[in-house]
RNA sequence: GGGGACCUGGCGGAAUUGGUAGACGCAGCGGACUUAAAAUCCGUUGGGCUUCGCAGCUCGUGUGGGUUCGACUCCCACGGUCCCCACCA
C-alpha cells in the first residue's frame, strides 16, 4: 500500500486529458448546452489563492455538468490591456506587448496547473489585434447608429502623468499612481449612450431570477431612476442672456414647491459661467468651489458654501413671491438640470444651506400627529409622511397626491413637465493611452470625425512607441496618428485615445462561441451557446463590469450580431482568499514563510522563526502583496498537491463569503486526499464484519444518500456542504472493511460512487482511484451517478418525540407509518410516559418523518 | 445621509428552509504504534449540575420582547461587524 504521491500522479492526469483532447468543446455537439465562464483574468504575471477559489470553483460546475451529460463550454482567455502593462514600460523599459505576452504565457502554465476542464483552443486575449479588431468593427456600428458620441466633458486630469483618471482612480483628490493633486478638466472625450438602456437594464434585472439579490439591487440602485418634476422659473426682471425662457430645475418633491426658500444652482452651471466671466466675485467663488475634494470625509465635513447672485426668479404658483438665485457648492451639475429650488423645511441640505444665509424655513408638510400652529422645524429637516399644508391649492393632500397635482399645475401652465431622472451617466471611454484599443476613427479638418474605412481595420497599434515621457506615446508618435481622409482624400489624423479595457469585458464572452469568426459574432454559435448559464466572478465587479456587459449585450442585439439581451443567466460572485497578518513591532510586515506560532488560545503567539522576535498577529485580511500575507499557489501545490489546495479553498467557508487560508486547513484537506486513496488501496486488509447483510444495506443507504446530498450541494452552489458530507461519508465507509465477501457489492458501488463524487473537486485524485478500482476509460468520461430515491429512504425512520417541546425519547416508526400509529408509539415511549405522568395530554402534534410533540399540562 | 448583508463552541462553519443546535474540518486533550519524534490510527471535546458508572437534568445560536405545540430560522426594537452608494435635489 503506496502513500498518494500527487506530485507523480498529478501530472500523470494533466497530460492523459490533454493527449485525448477531452476537454475540447464542439459547436455542433448535439447534447444540451452548458456554458460556465469564470471572469477572465489580468495578466499580471503570477496566479494567486483567489483565482485558484475562482477557477476551482468554476471548474466544479464544469466537470459536474459534463457528467451530467451537457456538451460543455469552458474556455480561458485575457483581459490583456490596461495600465499596468505601460507602468511596468515606465518602470522597467520594457514593452507593453512583450511585458503583457510573457506574463500570459506564464500565467497559462500555472492555470494549467489547476487540472482545469477548459477548451483552450478557445483561449484569446483582447489585446490581439484579431481581438480588438472586432471591437473596432461593432464600434463602428454604434457610432453608425449614434449610440456612441462626443462631448466635451469635466474630466479627473492627472498633471504629471497627463491622463484622464476615472473616479474610482482618485483618492483623497489625488492621483492614485502621481500623488498629484487632479485637476478637473474639459476634454472632449467618447461616451457611449448607456442611459439610452436605463431602463430596459433596470427592467431586465427582474428577469435574472439566478443572480445574487444583492447585485441586482445595487444595479439598480446605480443607474437610479428617479421620478420628478422639470420645470422653470421665469426671472423676476431682466432675464440674463440665454435664459429668456427661465432657468430649469428638476425636483422629486413638487408637493414641496411652496416652502421652496430659494433657487440653486451648480458652480459649473452655464449661468453661473456667465456670471462669473462678468464678475470676479463669482468667478472666484465657483473657483473655490471647484477645489472641494470628492472623498467621504470631505463630503462629510464639507460645509455648504453658497453666493447670492441678486438676480430672482418668479414662484410659479404665487405670483407675488419671489426667490434668490445662489450659486450653492452642493449643487451638482450633472444630476437633473444642475438647478434646483430649495425647500429649507424639507431636505436637510437646503435646511443647513438656509440657516447659514439667514433664508426663510417655511415648512409645507405637516405630521400626521403635529398640529399647524405649534410644528417647527429645528436642527433636522422634516422628510417623513404627512399633510400638505401652508400651500394655497395643495393644502390637505397627502405627499403623492400632492406631487401629481403640482406636476399637473406645471404641465398645465406650460412651465415644465413630470420627468424621469437617472443616476447613470453616459459610459466616458476615451482613455489617453497607449496600452488599449485605438479608437477607430479619422479626424479631418474638412468632413469631421469620419470612421476609419473598414479595409483598414484592425487600426493596429504601433509598436516602436517609448515611455519615457508621461502621457500618450500614441500622440508623440512620429508618423502613426497621421494619415489620410477616406472621403476626401486630404490630410487627417486617426484618433489618438483607446478605449476603457471595460470595453474590451464587455462582449468576451460571445466571442469565445466561435474565437475565429471573421464577424466579431458568430451569431449562429452565439446563439447556440448564449446565454451564460453560470458566470462566476467577484462582486467588485457587481457594477461596472456587470453593468457594462449588460448594456454592450443589449446594443449587439439592437445592431442584430446576437439574440440575448441578458448575457449572464446565472451569476455567482464568490468570496476573498484571506489570511492573517504578521508584523514586527516596527509595523513592518512580514510573510508567514517567515513565521512560527506558539501557543494556543488566547496565549497565541508569532515569532519569527529565525531570530525568535516576538510579531504582533494582525487582522485577518485579503491576500495582498502590501500586507505581505500571501501564500504562493505554486508552493502549496508543490507540498500537498493541486487537489488538495482546490478542496481547502472550497470546503472550509461557503463559496460566496471570504475563506481564511490556514496551514491546518490545506493539511486536513491533504489528509482527506489521502484516506480516499488508502480506502481505494486497500482491498486486502482488515477483519470481517458482523451483520453482514444488514451492513450492506447500510452502505447501499448511505452511498445514495451521498449521491443526492453533493448533487444538492453542487446545485445550489454549497460546495463546503457537500465536501462535508463526503467527508462524513469516508468516515463511515472505513468502518466497511475491504475482505468482507458480503459487503463487497455495496463496497464496490461506494467507491464507484465516490470516485465520479469526488471528481468536480479533487479530479487527479479522482482519475487515479477510478483506475484503481478497474473503472472504464476515465472518470472525466464516467457519468454522474444517479440517486434511487427509494435506496436514499430508509426502511426505519429513529423519531425524536417532545414533551412541551423538550425531547424525552425516541421511537423506531417505518417512514410511511401513519400518524395514528406514531402517536400510539410515542405516548408509549417510557422516557416519555415519565414526563408525562401527572399531566393531561392536550394535544399531539406529529410531523410525519420528523418529530412528535406532545402538549401536556 | 441612503441601500444591503451578517452575528451559532477555542476557530472556520453545518442545520433537510419552522421540527433532535453544534454535522464536517481545524485546534485541543487522552490512548495505540515508535528507543524517541514525525506521520498514521483509535477515542474524546459547548457550559453548568447530579452520578462510582450507565445515564440523567439544565442553560445555550449578539441583547430584549413577540408569534408558534415548537424559533438559529419568522416579526419588532436595540447593539455590534462588514460591504456598496453618496451633498443625486
Known amino acids: 500500500m503506496a502513500r498518494y504521491n500527487p506530485k507523480d500522479i498529478e501530472p500523470k492526469w494533466r497530460a492523459a486529458w490533454a493527449n485525448a483532447d477531452v476537454f475540447r468543446t464542439r459547436n455542433d455537439d448535439p447534447r444540451p448546452k452548458y456554458y460556465v465562464l469564470e471572469m477572465f483574468p489580468y495578466p499580471s504575471g503570477r496566479i494567486h489563492m483567489g483565482h485558484v477559489r475562482n477557477y476551482a470553483m468554476g471548474d466544479v460546475v464544469a466537470r459536474y455538468r459534463r457528467a451530467q451529460?451537457?456538451?460543455?463550454?469552458?474556455?480561458?482567455?485575457?483581459?490583456?490591456?490596461?495600465?499596468?502593462?505601460?507602468?511596468?514600460?515606465?518602470?522597467?523599459?520594457?514593452?507593453?506587448?512583450?511585458?503583457?505576452?510573457?506574463?500570459?504565457?506564464?500565467?497559462?502554465?500555472?492555470?494549467?496547473?489547476?487540472?482545469?476542464?477548459i477548451d483552450w483552443s478557445r483561449e484569446f486575449a483582447t489585446c490581439d489585434p484579431a481581438y480588438y479588431g472586432q471591437q473596432q468593427a461593432w464600434f463602428l456600428k454604434l457610432l453608425d447608429r449614434g449610440l456612441v458620441y462626443r462631448k466635451e466633458a469635466t474630466v479627473n486630469w492627472d498633471p504629471v502623468d497627463m491622463t484622464v483618471l476615472a473616479n474610482e482612480q482618485v483618492i483623497d483628490g489625488r492621483g492614485w499612481r502621481s500623488g498629484a493633486v487632479v485637476e478637473k478638466k474639459k476634454l472632449t472625450q467618447w461616451f457611449l449612450r448607456i442611459t439610452d438602456y436605463a431602463d430596459d437594464l433596470i427592467e431586465g434585472l427582474s428577469t435574472l431570477d439566478r443572480w445574487p439579490d444583492k447585485v441586482r439591487t445595487m444595479q439598480e440602485n446605480w443607474i437610479g431612476r428617479s421620478t420628478g418634476l422639470r420645470f422653470s422659473f421665469d426671472f423676476a426682471g431682466t432675464p440674463p442672456a440665454g435664459f429668456e425662457d427661465g432657468l430649469e430645475v428638476y425636483t422629486t418633491r413638487p408637493d414641496t414647491l411652496f416652502g421652496a426658500a430659494f433657487v440653486g444652482i451648480a458652480p459649473d452651471h452655464p449661468l453661473a459661467e456667465q456670471l462669473g466671466a462678468?464678475?470676479?466675485?463669482?468667478?472666484?467663488?465657483?473657483?473655490?468651489?471647484?477645489?472641494?475634494?470628492?472623498?467621504?470625509?470631505?463630503?462629510?465635513?464639507?460645509?455648504?458654501?453658497?453666493?447670492?447672485?441678486?438676480?430672482?426668479?418668479?414662484?410659479?404658483?404665487?405670483?407675488?413671491?419671489?426667490?434668490?438665485?445662489?450659486?450653492?457648492?452642493?449643487?451638482?451639475?450633472?444630476?437633473?438640470?444642475?438647478?434646483?429650488?430649495?425647500?429649507?423645511?424639507?431636505?436637510?441640505?437646503?435646511?443647513?444651506?438656509?440657516?447659514?444665509?439667514?433664508?426663510?424655513?417655511?415648512?409645507?408638510?405637516?405630521?400626521?400627529?403635529?398640529?399647524?400652529?405649534?410644528?417647527?422645524?429645528?436642527?433636522?429637516?422634516?422628510?417623513?409622511?404627512?399633510k400638505i399644508f401652508n400651500s394655497g391649492f395643495l393644502d390637505g393632500q397627502g405627499i403623492e397626491q400632492a406631487k401629481a397635482a403640482a406636476v399637473a399645475k406645471i404641465e398645465e401652465m406650460g412651465k415644465g413637465k413630470g420627468a424621469t431622472v437617472y443616476r447613470?451617466?453616459?459610459?466616458?471611454?476615451?482613455?489617453?493611452?497607449?496600452w488599449g484599443c485605438p479608437i477607430p476613427v479619422i479626424h479631418c479638418a474638412k468632413c469631421g470625425v469620419t470612421p476609419a474605412p473598414a479595409d483598414q481595420l484592425p487600426v493596429v497599434l504601433p509598436d516602436d512607441v517609448s515611455f519615457d515621457l508621461p502621457g500618450n506615446p500614441l500622440l508623440r508618435h512620429p508618423t502613426w496618428r497621421f494619415t489620410t481622409c477616406p472621403t476626401c482624400g486630404g490630410e487627417a489624423e486617426r484618433e489618438t485615445d483607446t478605449l476603457?479595457?471595460?470595453?474590451?469585458?464587455?462582449?468576451?464572452?460571445?466571442?469565445?462561441?466561435?474565437?475565429?469568426?471573421?464577424?466579431?459574432?458568430?451569431?449562429?454559435?452565439?446563439?447556440?451557446?448564449?446565454?451564460?448559464?453560470?458566470?462566476?466572478?467577484?462582486?467588485?465587479?457587481?457594477?461596472?463590469?456587470?453593468?457594462?456587459?449588460?448594456?454592450?449585450?443589449?446594443?449587439?442585439?439592437?445592431?442584430?450580431?446576437?439574440?440575448?439581451?441578458?448575457?449572464?443567466?446565472?451569476?455567482?460572485?464568490?468570496?476573498?482568499?484571506?489570511?492573517?497578518?504578521?508584523?514586527?513591532?516596527?509595523?513592518?510586515?512580514?510573510?508567514?514563510?517567515?513565521?512560527?506560532?506558539?501557543?494556543?488560545?488566547?496565549?497565541?503567539?508569532?515569532?519569527?522563526?529565525?531570530?525568535?522576535?516576538?510579531l504582533i498577529i494582525g487582522d485577518i485580511e485579503k491576500m495582498s502583496k502590501s500586507k505581505k500575507n500571501v501564500v504562493a499557489p505554486e508552493e502549496i501545490f508543490e507540498q500537498y498537491g493541486v487537489d488538495a489546495a482546490r478542496l481547502f479553498v472550497m470546503s472550509d467557508s461557503p463559496p460566496e463569503r471570504d475563506v481564511q487560508w490556514t496551514t491546518g486547513g490545506v493539511e486536513g484537506a491533504g489528509r482527506f486526499v489521502q484516506r480516499v486513496w488508502a480506502e481505494f488501496d486497500s482491498q486486502t486488509d482488515a477483519a470481517p464484519a458482523p451483520e453482514n447483510a444488514m451492513r450492506s444495506e447500510e452502505l447501499r443507504?448511505?452511498?445514495?444518500?451521498?449521491?443526492?446530498?453533493?448533487?444538492?450541494?453542487?446545485?445550489?452552489?454549497?460546495?463546503?456542504?457537500?465536501?462535508?458530507?463526503?467527508?462524513?461519508?469516508?468516515?463511515?465507509?472505513?468502518?466497511?472493511?475491504?475482505?468482507?465477501?458480503?459487503?463487497?457489492?455495496?463496497?464496490n458501488e461506494a467507491l464507484s460512487v465516490l470516485a465520479r463524487l469526488i471528481s468536480p473537486f479533487t479530479p487527479h485524485l479522482a482519475e487515479e482511484c477510478w483506475v484503481r478500482m478497474g473503472g472504464e476509460g476515465m472518470v472525466v468520461d464516467a457519468p454522474w451517478p444517479v440517486f434511487d430515491p427509494a435506496m436514499a429512504t430508509d426502511a426505519e425512520l429513529l423519531l425524536p418525540v417532545q414533551v412541551n417541546g423538550k425531547r424525552r425519547g425516541e421511537i423506531r416508526v417505518a417512514p410511511d407509518a401513519d400518524e395514528a400509529h406514531v402517536r400510539e408509539k410515542a405516548l408509549a415511549d417510557e422516557g416519555v410516559s415519565v414526563h408525562l405522568a401527572g399531566l393531561t395530554v392536550r394535544k399531539v402534534i406529529v410531523v410525519p418523518g420528523r418529530i412528535v410533540n406532545i402538549v401536556a399540562n
Open 500 to 614: 476603457d479595457t471595460f470595453v474590451d469585458s464587455s462582449w468576451y464572452f460571445a466571442r469565445f462561441a466561435n474565437p475565429d469568426a471573421t464577424d466579431p459574432i458568430d451569431k449562429a454559435a452565439a446563439d447556440h451557446w448564449l446565454p451564460v448559464d453560470q458566470y462566476i466572478g467577484g462582486v467588485e465587479h457587481a457594477v461596472l463590469h456587470l453593468l457594462y456587459a449588460r448594456f454592450i449585450t443589449r446594443a449587439l442585439k439592437d445592431e442584430g450580431m446576437v439574440s440575448v439581451a441578458e448575457p449572464f443567466a446565472g451569476l455567482f460572485t464568490q468570496g476573498m482568499v484571506t489570511h492573517e497578518t504578521y508584523a514586527r513591532q516596527t509595523g513592518e510586515w512580514v510573510e508567514p514563510s517567515q513565521i512560527v506560532l506558539t501557543a494556543e488560545g488566547a496565549a497565541r503567539r508569532a515569532v519569527m522563526v529565525d531570530t525568535g522576535e516576538p
Open 69 to 117: 451529460g451537457h456538451a460543455v463550454l469552458h474556455p480561458m482567455g485575457w483581459d490583456a490591456f490596461g495600465m499596468p502593462a505601460e507602468n511596468a514600460a515606465m518602470e522597467r523599459g520594457v514593452h507593453p506587448r512583450g511585458w503583457t505576452y510573457e506574463n500570459i504565457a506564464a500565467m497559462r502554465e500555472q492555470l494549467k496547473l489547476l487540472g482545469l476542464s
Open 424 to 434: 447613470l451617466r453616459d459610459w466616458g471611454v476615451s482613455r489617453q493611452r497607449y
Open 278 to 386: 462678468a464678475n470676479p466675485d463669482v468667478a472666484a467663488f465657483v473657483a473655490e468651489c471647484r477645489r472641494g475634494g470628492t472623498s467621504e470625509a470631505e463630503i462629510e465635513g464639507a460645509e455648504k458654501l453658497g453666493h447670492d447672485t441678486g438676480l430672482r426668479v418668479a414662484h410659479p404658483f404665487d405670483p407675488d413671491k419671489t426667490l434668490p438665485v445662489w450659486i450653492a457648492n452642493f449643487i451638482l451639475m450633472d444630476y437633473g438640470t444642475g438647478a434646483i429650488f430649495g425647500c429649507p423645511a424639507h431636505d436637510q441640505r437646503d435646511l443647513d444651506f438656509a440657516r447659514k444665509y439667514g433664508l426663510p424655513v417655511l415648512p409645507v408638510v405637516l405630521p400626521t400627529d403635529a398640529h399647524p400652529a405649534t410644528f417647527m422645524v429645528g436642527a433636522d429637516a422634516y422628510t417623513g409622511p404627512g
Open 701 to 747: 443507504r448511505a452511498t445514495h444518500k451521498i449521491i443526492k446530498a453533493v448533487t444538492e450541494s453542487v446545485d445550489q452552489f454549497k460546495f463546503n456542504s457537500g465536501i462535508a458530507r463526503l467527508y462524513e461519508f469516508l468516515n463511515l465507509l472505513k468502518t466497511f472493511p475491504a475482505t468482507d465477501g458480503s459487503v463487497s457489492d455495496a463496497r
